[in-house]
């Protein structure tokens, strides 16, 4: 049997291809088109308007490096904003703190929680069923405009600047982040491949840089997501993230007893050094 292939669309020049062994389920929601593929190289695939969000094989790598740098720069965190996150994958990170008393996720597509906790559990693992988390089926940035609730941390995984994500990459929903978060919270986005995504980095940090005192880019190298390091930004108004020293980090991770697959409190330390290219 020939082999079937399914090319992302993310990139204008540049296209992944993924071998796939069978369409798990796909559907067109009210908001995008949702498909689970069975890929021979990374596993389960969640795909959305034909771009990769996540796979089985490296999703650990995402998902610990955007919930551990920021729960673990912050002294206690104890409530946590997910934007987006369909997956579950970031919540399931979150849930392992012992400090943290509520998650609460802003997702606007309930299909995408519904076919994932189907189709894709080795992502959520159950988190969708602990009781600390509260899962508010809307946009995320009229959540953050209207809520009352405070935030120690606030996590925005979502797709990249188009469609239904779009309004997440405002300075305006910046502004209500910062409104959500507590005195000393911290906020980290994803910005994509920084090599053919720079123009996204550089937008989102100087859009922060307006709302934010502290905005410091962070990097990983996640095979699912092409184009080389893959980056994030870590914004604040108290906490300064290269002043973590790993001593402290350290005993925060055997407080957590975290046991991580990818982040380690020297990989935290490490992940804001920068290329020369890349000092944004
Ligand atoms: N890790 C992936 C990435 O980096 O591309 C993101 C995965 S996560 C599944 C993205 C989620 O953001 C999707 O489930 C999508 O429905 C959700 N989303 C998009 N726009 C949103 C909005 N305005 N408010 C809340 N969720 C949104």
Redesign the pocket.
């Known amino acids: 049997m020939p082999t079937r292939w399914f090319f992302e669309t993310l990139h204008r020049h540049v296209r992944q291809g993924l071998a796939v062994g069978k369409v798990v389920a796909q559907r067109r929601t009210p ?2 088109k949702l498909q689970i593929l069975e890929t021979m190289a990374y596993g389960r695939a ?1 795909v ?1 308007d034909g ?1 990769v ?2 796979t089985e094989r490296d999703e650990h790598i ?1 998902h610990e490096m955007m919930t551990h740098v920021p729960l673990c720069a912050h002294p206690k965190p104890r409530c946590v904003l997910v ?5 579950g994958g970031i919540v399931r990170e979150a849930l392992r703190h012992p400090t943290v008393e509520r998650v609460v996720m ?4 309930p299909e ?1 929680i519904r076919f994932c906790r189907r189709h894709l559990p080795a992502i959520c693992q159950g988190a969708f069923e602990d009781k600390r988390l509260q899962v508010v089926a809307g ?3 009229r959540y953050v405009r209207s809520t009352g609730e405070r935030f120690d941390v606030a996590i925005v ?4 600047p188009i469609g ?2 779009r ?2 990459f405002q300075t305006a929903f910046y502004r209500d982040v910062a409104r959500v978060l507590r005195r000393r919270g911290v906020a980290v986005r ?1 910005t994509g491949s920084t090599f053919l995504q720079s123009r996204e980095l550089d937008e989102a940090a100087s859009r922060l840089r307006r709302v934010f005192r502290v905005v410091a880019p962070y990097l990983a190298a996640i095979p699912t997501y092409v184009g080389g390091f893959f980056g994030f930004l870590f914004a604040s108004d108290r906490i300064q993230p290269a002043r973590a020293t790993l001593a402290r980090l350290e005993s925060r991770y055997r407080c957590a007893r975290l046991a991580c697959r990818y982040y380690t409190p020297a990989i935290h330390r490490a992940c804001f050094v920068l290329p020369a290219s890349l000092k944004a």
Do not use: K, R, W
């Not at 934007?83 to 997956?87: F, L, N, Q, R």
């Not at 802003?106 to 597509?109: N, P, Q, R, T, Y």
């Open positions: 908001f995008q969640l959305l771009v969000q996540t995402y934007i987006g996150g369909g997956d802003v997702e606007i597509d995408v946009d995320g940035a995984d979502s797709t990249d239904p994500a309004v997440l994803q």
